[in-house]
């Protein structure tokens, strides 16, 4: 199987870059390493192209890989032909090579097995003729032998019917017929499995659709609500045309034997073909709307990840509560916990004003600029606090409800015991949620990606496929970014690439004990870290202060000696790169000519300019040319709201049929797909993305069920 050629022609791509990926890969190079560093042998393919490339290879593989054991499996039962060599050659799914391999498959006790062991294979085989001169009642008289069972023409015919029907349901041929029906004409029908019940599944009680357009969020509800007990759940086709396709293909007379045929031809689609096919069928709308599940999660979490940061300012971290109090953190720019406590804010304690003297104080005392505030229970009544505080200290503060899913779940993890072993597990979540506003990607690394909350049916996801792809955002989000050498935490030094666990503690430890790293070479001294390791990781980790300038930039070692050509070229040195003088790097180059340079230099135009681009702005941050997030001053309340009210709001959570706004009234509103744009679009993700701020009109607000609907599209005057 020619992997390179197949991969060309599916995803579009010039066979000479497929294969560079392929053997980039297996010599153990990671997807963003190869995506920032090897981009003249790839054709500059981004990590996300990569990955389904690689993802796609897997698959083709293990194929192969099938195909193999299925050829080995029947040419040792002597039953290979080169047709059916030929087929297995041909066939381009695993769906297609277990059809073939179905015959020859070793199977658990059958009807038909138990006919064969009676000796009525031959009789099967003359009634499957169809012969005008053969009588099979005649016929079957003779296999009559009441030592293997056989005590009648009856059972006789009957085993061989048993026979035909399973031949019928193994032949390759006529499955994918019907697999064409089914997909072609197959529906969907759901019912209530409990009568009277009243559940969030009503609204499949009585449902139908046809499986080529079911939506995937509809399959994974119909999947849950057949999991939970509220669902009955049946694929269905026109059976007469499905059996009429079978004896088309098996019928080729009009006597007695084609009857029993007939009859078999019946018997193989109602006991074997039909809950065959409907297994296949769910499964696969299962698996594509898993697929589509995780990838749209992992979209989501990219761009929750890459959210701008609030850089430079102290922040106080809230963590709402009743009965236990709201926590309270204070942490300084860097994240370094200054101070916790626990206040009662909420008004039925009686220790509000209490509450208002502490928060007040501690904003005084440490010059607190913004106030994070976590969405859980009572944060709606933690959020008009805060708000009242604001308004009667005379300070530039702000607030900001972030999301703290996955808060509780960090807390009480052996990480965060390590990482803040004095302070209680309550505490650290208000910890963790003043981090998230300062920097989101460096605090949400520490969270399982399935727990911050970005999807749908995520908890309903395989799990090995969901932390295969969601690990994949997370490592491309923080190689994208870059990570500090000497601040980043064991959580964050272990999502670059190239760097394990315990090379990420080692890292620190050397940190620790000899003080921070003044350049990258130094990372070869790590323990476990060798030359192969720094190749990957080196060129994602900054040094901000090194004396060679060029350990602050994305440039890799590898290319230093090609950095340092081309500034001489351009007439500038190491020493200039983040200075004035070099703003005009870009535009001597170009005069010059970037291919003759980069002949000059030893390198491609597209490493040529991203070296260009890292001298010009060295150590940028991609994130802080996204849209800030929207920091407020005061509280409103769903009942504030009214249709056709004009709101500003952040983007929380894409879905397939819509996007979740936060507006500002602690719940979120949800924009429908078709409220969008006044064009067509197949998925909101066309035009939205979590982090966004968007602009959207009020249509209808519903106090009781807490349900808003928000419209992007401008009202009419």
Known sequence: MDFAKILAEELNLQPTHVTAVINLVDEGNTIPFIARYRKELTGSMDDQVLRELNERLTYLRNLQKRKDEVTGSITEQEMMTAEIAAALEKAATLAEVEDIYRPYKPKRKTRASMAKAKGLQPLADEILKQDNKTDPVQLAESYINEELGVTGIDEALQGAQDIIAEQISDSADIRANLRRFYNATALISTKASKEDTDSVYSGYYEFSEAAKKIADHRVLAIDRGEREGFLKVNVEVESPRAVEIIVHAVVVGNNASS?????????????????????????GLTDKACEGAIKLFGENLRHLLLQPPIKGKVALGLDPGYRMGCKVAVVDATGKVLTTTVIYPIPEFKKVEQAKTTVKNLIKKYDVEIIAIGN??????????????ISEINMPV????????GASVYSATKLAATEFPDFDVNV????????????????????????????????????QQMSTTLNGVVEDCVNTVGVDLNT????LLQNVVGITAATAKNIVAKREADGPFKTRKELLK???????????????????????????????????????????????????????????????????????IAQQIGTGVPTLTDIINEILKPGRDMRDELPQPILRTDVMDMNDLKPGMKMTGTVRNVIDFGAFVDIGVHQDGLVHISQISNKFIRHPSELLKVGDVVTVWVMAVDVPKKRISLTMKEPQA
């Open 398 to 405: 702000s607030y900001m409800v972030v999301s703290e899913a």
């Open 488 to 491: 980043a935490s064991p959580s």
């Open 376 to 389: 859980g229970t009572a944060s709606k009544e933690t959020e008009i606090f805060a708000a009242e505080v």
């Open 526 to 596: 790590v323990a476990k870290l060798g030359p192969k390791a720094f190749e990957q990781c080196a060129g994602f980790l900054r040094v901000p202060g090194a004396k060679n300038k060029l350990d602050t930039t994305a440039v890799h070692p590898e290319s230093y000696s090609a950095a340092e050509k081309l500034l001489e070229i351009c007439g500038f040195s190491v020493e200039d790169i983040g200075t004035a003088a070099v703003a005009e790097l870009k535009a001597k180059a170009e005069q010059i000519g970037l291919a003759k």
């Open 259 to 283: 009857a029993l045929v007939t009859a078999a031809a019946e018997d193989a689609y109602t006991r074997l073909i039909h809950p065959s096919m409907d297994t296949e069928i769910r499964r």
């Open 428 to 463: 650290r979540s208000a910890i963790s949620i003043a981090r998230r506003l300062q920097d989101p990607l460096a605090e949400l690394v520490k969270i399982p990606p399935e727990a911050v909350g970005v999807g749908q049916y995520q908890h309903d996801m395989p799990k």
